[in-house]
């Protein structure tokens, strides 16, 4: 039987396994959580929050336009292709209640990448941000969608703000590139008579979400998160947090992260909510002086992001001065955490960064810090109750503590598997169960587990592994440095070399400054041979590093 070291250092309270037997479908979870906590703040944005209650009907006139007007059937896909905002979890929820499956869409998609979405998944309908119409529009002829629902940014204010909101966005910042798609508009769709009769029952084994992967490394593909699959992340999720004083119906979380991507889904949308908290919707991360105005009148207590989010907000101006005596919990995750960055917010916040680790195909979370950490690890933490891990080598054996290998997982949260793509499936999801992650990791004796990187992002010199995220979490400490991304370049002696992809501030170290820096913490095979300095990193909508651009950009 697999070895499970971490069951013995799980925090005080924590279960080692859970069940999902309490609910048959995402959408009686939320249900439950309208009824326990009605009258409390749910999902706000720009200053504007709804309660549970109010979210509550406003799903059900939602999920009746989807059924009568729309004409929608069980497991139909449906795609939302919007921004943080009110209607998003509006959408969300209706979708789940009428028994479709959701399909999360990257509003920054090109056209080419959303026609493959939309004609991979079937989608029936979309419900997108007018902001984004003009793509939709160039691959209209070309898709599968059948109707389309129109929405403005601030539909869901109240009427002076709504009208001052999407004015902004139309004439003066110019976000509406003119179109002529045309369709029904989510402002009316909202005003449908509820019909109890559009509910529909799910059981566990339907599908829930179609979730795409980034596709950074070829065409996306479609996970089948089931709702046995999103039932399991979120009760194991929820043991985690009763156990680290998550208080119900107390916290406020700040949501930076887009609802499209699987970490704030999971986490914001839909754990957090069930411990019924209020879910400050942040439109665009990007924009660090709304972002920090939002952190300045807020005052949340839980925060979630990625690494380049935290070393942002750090570099901006405005940051230092804010009051954090409310902030109790920063999780991070999509992306190794840096060292370097883990420590200046402990120092700026007080609060330690708490780092996780997740992949769209797990739901995400598989394994977690303690919430209540006291300081920065450098480990992504102990499996979740109900999941196994291990490490293995190229040739699928199991390795002993402390080596390094491919981690492999196994869960009630792990997909069903890749829609219409069995071959793909079965590369990384054998007949046991495991899930082949293509992460590097290593597990110690506690059973916390660190991802070294990449299997398919390591760079071999003179023989040598080199991993890119240990490079650029040294290289990221020297002073002057905001920003690295390192890559593998083709080299006559040594195969292959390092090569430094770096951001810096004004005035910028030399080259041979930020090599000094590296040569002092690395092996010399390890240290960058050449640096090359950017404006900027290519980066998901998210903030990871696109490393395949990132090649394209900066390689030979």
């Not at 309208?34 to 999902?43: A, D, H, I, K, N």
């Not at 069903?416 to 046991?432: F, I, M, Q």
Request: some cysteine; aromatic content about 6%; overall charge negative.
């Amino acid at each position: 039987m697999q070895e499970r070291p971490w069951l013995a250092h799980y925090p005080e309270g924590v279960p080692e396994t859970i069940s999902i037997d309490r609910f048959q479908s995402v959408a009686q979870m939320f249900d439950e959580t309208v009824e326990q906590y009605g009258g409390l703040p749910s999902f706000s944005c720009m200053g504007v929050s709804i309660t549970y209650a109010e979210l509550g009907e406003k799903v059900a006139a939602m999920r009746s336009f989807f059924v009568h007007t729309l004409g929608l059937q069980p497991g139909d896909r449906v795609a939302l292709m919007m921004p943080n905002c009110l209607q998003y979890p509006v959408c969300i929820f209706a979708a789940l209640q009428a028994g479709l499956t959701v399909v999360n869409v990257n509003p920054l998609y090109t056209p080419r990448e959303l026609k493959h979405q939309l004609n991979d998944a079937g989608v029936k309908a979309i419900v997108l941000l007018e902001n984004f119409a003009v793509t939709l529009q160039a691959v209209q002829s070309e898709v599968s969608v059948q109707h389309i629902v129109l929405s403005e940014l601030g539909d869901m204010l109240p009427t002076l703000k709504r009208y001052l909101v999407n004015a902004v966005v139309r004439y003066v910042k110019k976000l509406v590139p003119a179109h002529h798609v045309t369709g029904h508009r989510l402002r009316d769709a909202l005003q449908t008579p509820v019909d109890e009769s559009t509910r529909h029952v799910c059981g566990h084994d339907d599908i829930a979400f179609l979730q795409y992967t980034g596709g950074t490394t070829g065409l996306s593909k479609g996970a089948m998160l089931t709702h046995a699959n999103m039932l399991a992340n979120l009760e194991q999720a929820a043991v985690w947090l009763q156990a680290a004083g998550i208080r119900p119906g107390a916290e406020k979380i700040l949501t930076p992260l887009p609802l499209y991507h699987i970490f704030a889904l999971t986490a914001n949308c839909l754990a957090f909510m069930r411990q019924g908290a209020q879910i400050v919707l942040v439109p665009n991360a990007r924009d660090l002086p709304a972002l920090i105005k939002t952190m300045r009148t807020e005052k949340v207590s839980v925060m979630t992001a990625v690494n380049t989010l935290y070393n942002a907000l750090l570099n901006a101006p405005g940051f230092s001065e804010l009051d954090h005596s409310a902030l109790r919990v920063c999780l991070s995750g999509g992306m190794s955490t840096q060292a370097v960055v883990a420590e200046r917010w402990k120092q700026s916040t007080g609060v330690t960064l708490v780092e996780a680790y997740g992949l769209t195909e797990t739901s995400p979370a598989v394994c977690i810090n303690p919430l209540d950490l006291s300081d920065f690890n450098g480990s992504v933490g102990l499996p979740l109750p109900s999941t196994e891990v291990c490490v293995r080598d190229l040739d699928g054996k199991t390795l002993a503590q402390g080596e390094i290998g491919e981690l492999c997982v196994r869960g009630p949260q792990v997909m069903r598997g890749y829609w219409n793509r069995p071959e793909e499936t079965s590369k990384c999801l054998d007949a046991e169960g495991w899930f082949h992650t293509g992460d590097i990791a290593q597990m110690d004796e506690k059973g916390y587990v660190r991802i070294v990187d990449r299997l398919k992002d390591m760079i071999v010199v003179s023989g040598f592994n080199v991993y890119p995220n240990e490079v650029e979490d040294i290289a990221v400490g020297c002073e002057g440095v905001i920003e690295v991304g390192a890559i593998g370049v083709a080299d006559e002696r040594t195969g292959e070399a390092v090569r430094l992809i770096v951001v810096a501030q004004d005035p910028a170290p030399s080259a041979e400054q930020v090599i000094a820096h590296c040569r002092e913490h690395l092996t010399p095979y390890k240290v960058p041979k050449q640096i090359v300095f950017a404006d900027e990193l290519p980066k998901t909508n998210v903030g990871k590093i696109l490393r395949r651009e990132l090649r394209d950009q900066h390689g030979d």
